[in-house]
């Protein structure tokens, strides 16, 4: 069954933060492969049967975690032209998800998400931020792409490679995708 999580307030939310927290805390002493429910449970103050309830298992308990870990903390940073705010953005973009820590919350997020809800979450976030670069170009009078196009030509092609072909991903990779975007030969 799956559980769309959503920012509840009051009790739910202190709950589901000292679960989160205890996912996060657990996984850095002792690895990922040492997580279970009931460890979890006892790290965040609740009992087994209030993780199941909410969460159903451990992997969707995992996938709730990374699409929380996956939410980016900032706005894209604005460097005054379409060209250098998407690159930039497109080179912290790669760094982070092809990161270790990325490229595992990356996993677990697909993995405990069996009706696509937290893939779609995902997917948002990154819209949600190239919205951001394209309406500052926007209002600055330059031309833009859709933000479908951007999903499609640079971000799909990133997270391909970093879930299935890793080596040799470095910020020229994530220039090379935003300059042929843009209609440009070169970084």
Not at 67 to 72: A, F, G
Request: hydrophobic share 40%; with cysteine.
């Amino acid at each position: 069954m799956s559980r769309q999580m959503v920012r509840p307030g009051g009790r739910s939310a202190r709950v589901q933060a000292s679960v989160h927290a205890a996912v996060r805390e657990l996984a850095s002493e002792a690895g990922r492969d040492a997580l279970t429910v009931p460890v979890i449970a006892q790290r965040a103050g609740v009992t087994p049967s209030t993780i199941y309830r909410r969460w159903g298992d451990l992997q969707e308990l995992l996938s709730d975690v990374a699409v929380e870990r996956l939410r980016p903390d900032t706005a894209p940073n604005d460097h005054g032209a379409l060209s250098s705010d998407l690159t930039a953005w497109a080179e912290q973009f790669l760094d982070e998800m092809a990161s270790p820590p990325g490229r595992a919350y990356i996993r677990d997020a697909l993995l405990g998400d069996p009706d696509g809800s937290n893939a779609g979450q995902c997917s948002a976030y990154a819209a949600e931020q190239i919205d951001l670069v394209l309406t500052r170009a926007t209002e600055r009078g330059e031309k833009t792409p859709e933000v479908e196009t951007i999903i499609d030509r640079v971000v799909a092609p990133m997270m391909y490679r970093i879930l299935f072909r890793p080596d040799g991903l470095d910020a020229t990779y994530a220039r090379r995708l935003v300059a042929e975007v843009l209609g440009r030969t070169g970084p």
